[in-house]
């Protein structure tokens, strides 16, 4: 059975940073992207970045772009998002997702998915 458990999220005030940590477990996801989500209250959930298995490819959205770093760490089957400068509408629940398609494409055709972290940022 895959899991995927997300950790990290908290309060924090704009202009500061937290490090998401996604473990997953049941499977390994080679040659496929992982990658996190955000839904925000009372929108749709949205994709934030994705990292391929070499990490060599990212994707991010433009609004995060020089702010977040997305990771992972395939030898112990973990991907990371580090957030830095976060503004107050960075706020949302975070979702790490992962897939089994080897698409070369990163925004889409994910199945998997954890059960989400809070985060909010205050001004």
């Known amino acids: 059975q895959v899991q995927l458990v997300e950790s990290g999220g908290g309060l924090v005030q704009a202009g500061g940073s937290l490090r998401l940590s996604c473990a997953a477990s049941g499977r390994t996801f080679s040659n496929s992207f992982m990658a996190w989500f955000r839904q925000p209250s009372g929108k749709e959930r949205e994709i934030v970045a994705a990292v391929n298995w070499s990490g060599g490819s990212t994707y991010y959205v433009t609004p995060v772009k020089g702010r977040f770093t997305i990771s992972r760490d395939n030898a112990k089957n973990m991907v990371y998002l580090q957030m830095n400068n976060l503004k107050p509408e960075d706020t949302a629940v975070y979702y790490c997702?992962?897939?089994?398609?080897?698409?070369?494409?990163?925004?889409?055709?994910?199945?998997?998915w954890g059960q989400g972290t809070q985060v909010t940022v205050s001004s």
């Open positions: 997702a992962a897939r089994s398609s080897r698409s070369s494409s990163p925004v889409n055709g994910y199945d998997y």
